[in-house]
């Protein structure tokens, strides 16, 4: 089992910056893959970047560019640094994590075994 606490959540006006942080309850060994995923009302959950045990990193098309997705594993931590936020950046944002994978292509919730609790991001213009 791994547990996901996710942190850093908050308001910001439009084009400010926010740092996301997930810790993990244990060494997630390798291979791995984590990263986060975000849901607003009535939409369906989207993926926004997501980290391998390869190094690889994958970003959603309206955050590339904008977010940074890194990882502490000395600190087992995932963090997600949102520069240049957009009200449609608003959302619930999700830690998730899988083991014994590195991501595929395109990482979808249902390829996550572990959630963390989710944090409130909203963005206001």
């Known amino acids: 089992q791994v547990q996901l606490v996710e942190s850093g959540g908050g308001s910001v006006q439009a084009g400010g910056s926010l740092r996301l942080s997930c810790a993990t309850s244990?060494?997630?060994?390798?291979?791995?893959?984590m990263g986060w995923f975000r849901q607003a009302p009535g939409k369906e959950r989207e993926g926004v970047a997501h980290?391998?045990?390869?190094?690889?990193?994958t970003y959603g098309e309206s955050v590339n560019g904008r977010f940074t997705i890194s990882r502490d594993n000395a600190e087992n931590t995932l963090f997600l640094q949102m520069n240049l936020l957009k009200p449609e950046d608003t959302a619930m944002y999700y830690c998730?994590?899988?083991?014994?994978?590195?991501?595929?292509?395109?990482?979808?919730?249902?390829?996550?075994?572990?959630w963390g609790q989710g944090t409130q991001v909203t963005v206001s213009s």
């Open positions: 980290i391998d045990s390869d190094g690889s990193l």
């Open positions: 244990r060494y997630t060994g390798s291979p791995y893959c």
């Open positions: 998730a994590a899988d083991v014994g994978w590195v991501c595929p292509f395109v990482p979808r919730p249902t390829d996550f075994a572990y």
